[in-house]
């Protein structure tokens, strides 16, 4: 593609998309797992909904026989209503959320009306994730924990896997979670891997993608505070591979400045920048290539790989690619 027309495709992205919920097509694995984008709304109010929490209550809605919610944040109350309602008309629900958080006035609600709700018991790391499934057939995970920001405020993503084999996967994770232990358990087939933290070592597979990267690599961070990430990014782009990247503003001030790798980044010529979103950039991305998107609740620091409960994914589909390539461009256009 031209510079211009390039141009011209990103000027469309960025005034022609209007402010509704971006709604991409499905994909299907060569295992016959389908798996379809959403990326959260940034400029809405949550009382006028259109976000993609209306397809988070849809699913629960429609729940017939289970739900499970692993999450950490957790304050959208129409979600909330949404699970209590389900768990009123007989759908087993169980929930698992962070020890610091399993006082939150949501998750003390669906604990009085008498939904399984269990925490991490660990007050040294974080149960991260934000994964939900729906009737062993739906899995819905991503950067987005339930809030109103997260959906119509925040640069978030989320990813539905309609398939009873990756439920399975998750089921396995929520089923440890619940009982607190930790095997690895990675999935990985042709073009779709999916990898829990801590068991998985998460860091050394993001590692490989970075340095087998031939042409280039666009990313976007809400917490960057990994060396050995960082390394490995100056010594592509000393190679010449093109590297683009935008980190959360929030995170590069105060006392989190000294921690985070923007500084060094930027001293090393990368073309790095500060998000333009004036509340969060929660994105957790890197698209290599142009073909391989990796997305979920890892952060990108150490604690993220050794100590909290974390899930990636990575979908090899230069088509699904291309739909992160444009809300990259969208959020990069807009960073300084």
């Known amino acids: 593609m031209s510079k211009v027309l390039f141009s011209i495709f990103i000027f469309l992205l960025l005034f022609g998309c209007g402010s509704g919920r971006k709604d991409f097509p499905s994909y299907s694995s060569t295992d016959g797992v389908t798996i379809k984008p959403y990326f959260s709304l940034t400029n809405s109010k949550y009382k006028e909904g259109g976000g993609v929490d209306d397809m988070l209550i849809s699913e629960i809605e429609n729940a017939k026989k289970s739900i499970r919610l692993a999450i950490y944040g957790f304050s959208n109350?129409?979600?909330r209503d949404a699970i209590l309602n389900a768990h009123k008309k007989g759908v087993d629900t169980k929930v698992i959320t962070d020890d610091k958080r399993a006082n939150s006035e949501n998750i003390?609600?669906?604990?009085?009306?008498?939904?399984?709700?269990?925490?991490d018991e660990n007050p040294y790391?974080?149960?991260?994730?934000?994964?939900?499934?729906?009737?062993?057939?739906?899995?819905?995970?991503?950067?987005?924990?339930?809030?109103y920001y997260a959906f119509y405020k925040n640069n978030e993503n989320?990813?539905?896997?309609?398939?009873?084999?990756i439920a399975q996967v998750y089921l396995e994770e929520f089923n440890e979670l619940y009982h607190h232990v930790d095997k690895e358990g990675a999935f990985v087939s042709e073009n779709?891997?999916?990898?829990?933290?801590?068991?998985?070592?998460?860091e050394q597979r993001l590692l490989a993608l970075i340095e087998n990267a031939h042409e280039s690599i666009?990313?976007?961070?809400?917490?960057f505070t990994n060396k050995k990430i960082s390394d490995a990014l100056k010594?592509?782009?000393d190679k010449g591979i093109a590297?683009?990247?935008?980190?959360?503003?929030?995170?590069?001030?105060?006392?989190?400045k000294r921690y985070s790798k923007y500084d060094t980044l930027l001293e090393h010529r990368l073309n790095v920048k500060l998000d333009g979103n004036t509340q969060t950039m929660h994105n957790k991305v890197f698209i290599i290539d142009q073909k391989t998107v990796v997305t979920g609740s890892y952060n990108y620091t150490v604690k993220a790989n050794e100590e909290n409960n974390e899930n990636s994914i990575i979908v090899h589909n230069s088509e699904f690619a291309s739909r992160y390539q444009s809300e990259f461009e969208e959020i990069f256009a807009l960073a300084h």
């Not at 003390?108 to 925490?119: F, Q, R, S, T, Y």
């Not at 989320?158 to 084999?165: C, D, E, I, M, Y």
């Not at 779709?192 to 998460?202: C, N, V």
């Not at 666009?218 to 917490?223: T, V």
């Open 158 to 165: 989320l990813v539905k896997f309609t398939s009873s084999k």
């Open 77 to 79: 109350d129409r979600i």
């Open 235 to 237: 010594e592509q782009y």
């Open 243 to 256: 590297i683009r990247g935008v980190f959360d503003k929030e995170q590069h001030e105060g006392f989190l």
């Open 218 to 223: 666009d990313f976007l961070a809400f917490a």
């Open 192 to 202: 779709l891997e999916i990898y829990f933290s801590p068991e998985d070592d998460f």
């Open 108 to 119: 003390l609600m669906l604990k009085e009306a008498g939904i399984d709700v269990v925490d």
């Open 125 to 147: 790391a974080l149960m991260h994730h934000k994964f939900l499934i729906i009737d062993e057939n739906v899995v819905w995970s991503g950067s987005a924990n339930y809030s």
